[in-house]
Structure formats: structure tokens, C-alpha cells
């Protein structure tokens, strides 16, 4: 043994408890972080405006609340929703299962879960079977009819039945026409205030109602 070998100073089992202890809540606050809403960053250019942390849970807590046990939930355009259902801080998250449909392969560090999305191709979605899903939220994302019926051609490909819609006010008539949805009391938050009035519109007995 050299002389730096005795010099080194040796850790006690205590303390060698205390770091494993700390790099492992380090290992799993990391993995949690990539769940944080706003962790992938607004890109204007592609119309994303993410919703306020308190949004995002309440809109997450209504998915797990009517997809039930075991149920599968499809976000659609709303990663928000899907970041807060992984997060682990909703009751009841552990026991569903959900996927984001995103357009931004930004995403795509989310793996099996991100499924890429083009509303301009509403029925291209060879890795999502036909109503798979027993919770469906979506966001599109341009407030114009021709978006909106594009992504209410994915909504019921998808859909078991279930249908949570957010989008613009000016929208009410044409989601009802497309989808039968009724406007919500409840009023989603974004992280950037939005010069247009935004709402949620639900097509069953809701608690946002």
C-alpha cells in the first residue's frame, strides 16, 4: 500500500448509506423532471401553448377519473395532459395507461408513449388500433373549422366513447356539430394568456360541467 493509499480518508457505512440515498432520489427527481410541464418548450411557430401546472392536473385528474381502472388514455395534441398523467402526482395515474399523438418529435424522448401526428393525415395512425382508448383529450391546435373536423376524425377513430375536447369559444357550434360535445363551466389556464377565450367541451356527465 503507497503512502496516498493511507493518507486516503475512508467513508463510513453511514455515510456511504447517505450518498446511495442521494444519488438515487437524484436518478429519480431527473426522470421526473422530463415530465415537468414545460419541460419541451413552447414553439410558437407550430401553435403550442402549454397549460398552466394547475390546468394540467385538473384536466389530468378528469382523464383518470372516467378512464377508469386500467383505462387507456390518448392525448391528443396535448402534452401537457400526458406529462402531468406521468408525473406520479395525480391519485390514481399509476393504474392507467397513456400516449401523446404530437406532431413536435420533440417528443419523441418519450418512446413507446410518443405516437407522431399530423392532423393534415387525421387517419394515419398505423400504431393506435381503432377505439383503443377509453379517454380521449384533445387540443388542436389552430382554431379554424378545417382543424377542428380533421381532428374530430381522429377523436372517433380513437375513442371508446369518452371525449374531452379544449379549443377556442368561437368553436362551440362546430364541436357540437362534430363531435356532440357540450361546453364545460370550467376555465383552462395556459402558462401565456391566450387573446382568445378558451374552454373545454365534454360529450358525458362531467364534474367540469
Not at 166 to 189: H, Q, R, Y
Amino acid at each position: 500500500m503507497s503512502d496516498s493509499d493511507e493518507d486516503a480518508p475512508a467513508l463510513s457505512a453511514h455515510t456511504l448509506a447517505a450518498l446511495q440515498d442521494f444519488y438515487r432520489d437524484t436518478s429519480s427527481s431527473s426522470a421526473s423532471d422530463q415530465f415537468t410541464v414545460g419541460a419541451v418548450g413552447e414553439d410558437w411557430s407550430l401553435s403550442q401553448f402549454w397549460y398552466s401546472d394547475e390546468t394540467a392536473a385538473q384536466l389530468a385528474e378528469e382523464a383518470v377519473r372516467e378512464a377508469g381502472e386500467g383505462g387507456r388514455i390518448a392525448c391528443v395534441s396535448a402534452p401537457s395532459v400526458y406529462q402531468k398523467l406521468k408525473q406520479g402526482s395525480v391519485s390514481g395515474s399509476d393504474r392507467v395507461s397513456a400516449v401523446v399523438l404530437e406532431y413536435d418529435r420533440r417528443f419523441s424522448t418519450y418512446g413507446e408513449d410518443f405516437l407522431f401526428y399530423d392532423y393534415n393525415e387525421p387517419l394515419a395512425l398505423s400504431n393506435a388500433p381503432p377505439q383503443s382508448f377509453d379517454f380521449v383529450i384533445a387540443d388542436p391546435p389552430y382554431l379554424s373549422e378545417e382543424c377542428l373536423t380533421k381532428v374530430a376524425q381522429t377523436v372517433k377513430y380513437l375513442s371508446k366513447g369518452k371525449v374531452l375536447l379544449c379549443t377556442g369559444a368561437i368553436m362551440e357550434k362546430v364541436a357540437k356539430e362534430l363531435l356532440d360535445v357540450n361546453m364545460c363551466s370550467f376555465l383552462p389556464k395556459h402558462n401565456k394568456n391566450l387573446s382568445n377565450e378558451f374552454r373545454c367541451f365534454v360529450n358525458y356527465p362531467s364534474r367540469l360541467l
